[in-house]
């Protein structure tokens, strides 16, 4: 049966729970302080990862970040480029993207770890 009453108005208490939140936007990460001795090579892939790192979206943040953490395996066993500057500059790209500080540190050491291990002389890898 149909009533012409006017609609009541939604509780506030509904609505909240009704609405998403807004989420702030992510913060940028820091402009990488990476040492001169870092070879050309290094520097670049490490900036490109980092940054595609901190614009990956939720759902698929982690994985990003243990695909470019491997990545850079190869250029720390290589002496090409110290380990922390890598550790560093992923842990500020991975905060950005909003994952958790513990995540990212043992998302970043496990891929390293794992890169580091098993991989291919410089010699052999071009």
Do not use: K, Y
């Not at 012409?4 to 509780?11: E, M, W, Y």
């Not at 550790?87 to 891929?111: D, H, K, V």
Request: proline letters at 9%; aromatic letters at 4%.
């Amino acid at each position: 049966m149909l009533d012409d009453a006017p609609v009541a108005p939604l509780p506030h208490w509904l609505t909240e729970l009704l609405v998403e939140p807004s989420r702030p936007a992510a913060a940028a990460p820091a402009p990488l302080l990476i040492p001169e001795a870092v070879t050309r090579r290094a520097r670049a892939a490490l900036e490109r990862e980092t940054a595609a790192v901190a614009a990956t979206g939720e759902g698929g943040r982690n994985n990003r970040l243990l695909a470019g953490a491997r990545a850079l395996g190869r250029f720390v066993a290589w002496g090409e480029i110290p380990r922390h500057v890598v550790e560093e500059a992923f842990q500020a790209g991975g905060e950005a993207a909003g994952l958790p500080a513990a995540e990212c540190r043992a998302t970043i050491r496990s891929a390293l770890d794992w890169s580091i291990r098993t991989c291919r002389p410089r010699d052999d890898a071009a």
